[in-house]
């Protein structure tokens, strides 16, 4: 776990020079907008809310894990699929509220951690599991990708096809791979912001990008916040929580996952000090107050991590001087309608990858802990999972509740690995170092 402390800018606890706070600030900002901003531009969210509940939510995390861990949050993916089913269900309000009890339900698994160790844990979320339901949540969004980068508008019943777009699209997909590949620095670290900039300038162009929005949103507005009692009146679902909670089987291993990192970057043991159970409730509260304005659920940036690793400045005044920054950007009405004009396809052309890489992600997962597929109960498991994930397999239960998609899948999954046979032998093991 520990990492020799070499060429350390700036510690965890050191405050940098004005100049350093800004500039290194201003890094970790690129770095997580263009993939923040990229989850309610595709859920039908506000990306200027996105943006205030990122600072928020990463303001909140630094406080609850005492500023010793330098962690950055920005909207999740894993929510992606989970909120457009609860927005059909009963509107974006149903899906704030399936996002709060996420939230809630990272406090419980934080408060038993904390009275009984994380090893539970690992029988729950083992790597056979973890990483097929990760595959499901980036090929079950495939079709949504290819619709955004190949018509016109990929949201209307009758769907057109535009070779322009899909030219687009393609730039776009380029540009970040060429970027994340081909180039050294900081450059590498924010491939999505370019390739957005890129696959924009090349919709402007063309002429498809609509520039009424711009030219009348004023310079300081009013985000469209989705606030409880306020703007709307909660109702409970149990469909939506059914859709919601089993996400957090992903996304809990996605935050082990970057703590291990960050505590090898750092050269600190942050499982120990200030300890999981506070960085996952600091994840939790991030989603709670995201749901509580009408934000995206948040989770660890791995590209935040990347520009830790990069600059040697672990500084958690720079994290929070990034999130301070956020959040003001969600009060610009210029740059939440700059964020709307982006044409569908280069968000297709964006998508196209990112999804690809959730799914990736998943066969990395099985692969780095050496899940064994000779084993009868490990093949059976991932092969469950993908194809009712997948293949979109749903349940009807008592009370007009459904279980869905990557839910039904993720809870099969845990089931089966509970109940077969030879869960100890080579299971893959999520906490080994």
């Known amino acids: 776990m520990k990492e020799t402390k070499r060429d350390v800018l700036l510690d965890v606890e050191d405050v940098p020079k004005a100049g ?36 928020l939510g990463t303001l909140a995390y630094l406080l609850i894990t005492r500023g010793q861990i330098p962690a950055y949050l920005g909207s999740s993916f894993a ?83 535009s070779t322009t777009h899909i030219m687009i699209a393609l730039i776009t997909l380029i540009t970040i791979i060429c970027c994340n590949v081909f180039f050294k620095g900081f450059l590498s670290i924010i491939p999505i912001l370019v390739g957005i900039i890129v696959g924009y300038a090349c919709s402007v162009y063309a002429g498809i990008v609509d520039f009424t ?42 935050h082990i996952g970057h703590q291990m990192v960050l505590s090898k970057v750092v050269g600190r043991n942050f499982l120990e000090k200030p300890g999981l159970h506070r960085s996952i409730l600091g994840d939790g509260a991030g989603i709670m107050i995201g749901s509580f304005i009408g934000g995206p659920p948040l989770t660890s940036y791995g590209e935040n991590i990347g520009v830790l690793t990069m600059t040697r400045a672990f500084s958690v ?12 950007f969600g009060f610009v009405g210029k740059v939440s309608a700059v964020i709307s004009s982006i044409p569908g396809a280069v968000m297709g052309g964006v998508s196209i990858l990112l999804f690809g890489i959730i ?53 099969v999954g845990v089931v089966l690995n509970l109940v077969l046979p030879g869960r100890e032998k080579n299971n893959g093991d999520m906490f080994e170092q």
């Open 20 to 55: 350093q706070w800004i500039t290194l600030s201003l890094q970790h900002l690129f770095a997580m907008f263009g993939a923040t901003v990229l989850v309610p531009v595709l859920v039908g969210l506000s990306p200027a809310v996105a943006l205030i509940s990122s600072g």
């Open 79 to 161: 929510f992606i699929t989970p909120i457009l089913a609860a927005k059909a269900l009963g509107g974006p309000e149903a899906a704030m509220i399936g996002c709060f009890a996420a939230g809630l339900l990272y406090g419980v698994v934080a408060l038993i951690i904390q009275k009984v160790g994380i090893r539970w844990l690992m029988n729950l979320l083992p790597p056979v599991v973890v990483g097929p339901v990760i595959m499901v949540i980036g090929l079950s969004l495939a079709g949504t990708a290819v619709k955004m980068a190949m018509y016109e508008d990929s949201s209307a019943e009758v769907l057109v096809y």
């Open 213 to 254: 929005g711009i030219k009348e949103a004023e310079w300081i507005a009013a985000p469209d916040l989705l606030i409880p009692f306020v703007t709307y009146t909660p109702v409970f679902s149990w469909s939506v929580i059914a859709i919601m909670i089993p996400v957090v089987i992903v996304t809990l291993s996605e």
């Open 317 to 328: 005044y720079i994290i929070g001087g990034a999130a301070v920054t956020a959040l003001l």
């Open 359 to 411: 799914a990736s992600s998943g066969l990395r997962m099985l692969i780095d802990h050496k899940v064994d597929f000779d084993q009868k109960r490990n093949l059976m498991i991932a092969s469950v999972v993908l194809v009712l994930g997948i293949g979109g397999a749903f349940i009807n239960l008592p009370g007009n509740v459904q279980l869905s998609g990557m839910a039904l899948s993720a809870i």
